[in-house]
T-cell receptor
Framework: DAKTTQPNSMESNEEEPVHLPCNHSTISGTDYIHWYRQLPSQGPEYVIHGLTSNVNNRMASLAIAEDRKSSTLILHRATLRDAAVYYC?????????????FGTGTRLTIIP | NAGVTQTPKFRVLKTGQSMTLLCAQDMNHEYMYWYRQDPGMGLRLIHYSVGEGTTAKGEVPDGYNVSRLKKQNFLLGLESAAPSQTSVYFCASNEAFGEQYFGPGTRLTVT
């Protein structure tokens, strides 16, 4: 499976935007970029995913580099509830290959 | 919908004891997974299933067995628990190409 690289930790002030980077230089053409997050003492939850174009949903935005070797998850206005570990994951779209491979993620701390 | 539920939430076992963790989903998903998460680490895949009656090994399958007799249930068994299996266990499910939904986790301690 193609690997991703994320910073171990980041801090951000409450109510400010947060940009979480992810490098995936060995990404293949059939890999989607997925983001999940894990709040304290909970299971992971889906945040957003994309293939080539930038994506927006109610939780976040995903900006994908033109060469697809990196991406950035954007939280537009961080709240204390956004403090979590964020995982950037590459998911192959080949039928039957639904597995997610989790790294150690980025631990995001929100400062009040 | 309850989503993905896990039973039990907590369990303490002595070395050598056996137990079964139950995962249930009410979303009619084909794919189901068992992960473990050790402190400070990401989730690692133990076993998974691509449909009723099928199972496959993940990254760390040793010491565990699974069964998927019904589409909505995925069971994880420990035949002879070891302290190295102390962990938090998460179950997940998804439809084809869909997002994975995770359960709340089972915290297992083996003494």
């Amino acid at each position: 499976d193609a690997k991703t690289t994320q910073p171990n930790s980041m801090e951000s002030n409450e109510e400010e935007p947060v940009h979480l980077p992810c490098n995936h230089s060995t990404i293949s053409g059939t890999d989607y970029i997925h983001w999940y997050r894990q709040l304290p003492s909970q299971g992971p939850e889906y945040v957003i995913h994309g293939l080539t174009s930038n994506v927006n949903n109610r939780m976040a935005s995903l900006a994908i580099a033109e060469d697809r070797k990196s991406s950035t998850l954007i939280l537009h206005r961080a709240t204390l509830r956004d403090a979590a570990v964020y995982y950037c994951i590459l998911r192959d779209t080949n039928f039957g290959n639904e597995k997610l491979t989790f790294g150690t993620g980025t631990r995001l701390t929100i400062i009040p | 919908n309850a989503g993905v539920t896990q039973t039990p939430k907590f369990r303490v076992l002595k070395t050598g004891q056996s137990m079964t963790l139950l995962c249930a989903q009410d979303m009619n998903h084909e794919y189901m997974y068992w992960y473990r998460q050790d402190p400070g680490m990401g989730l690692r895949l133990i076993h998974y299933s691509v449909g009723e009656g099928t199972t496959a090994k993940g990254e760390v399958p040793d010491g565990y067995n699974v069964s998927r007799l019904k589409k909505q249930n995925f069971l994880l068994g420990l035949e002879s628990a070891a302290p190295s299996q102390t962990s938090v266990y998460f179950c997940a499910s998804n439809e084809a190409f869909g997002e994975q939904y995770f359960g709340p986790g089972t915290r297992l301690t083996v003494t």
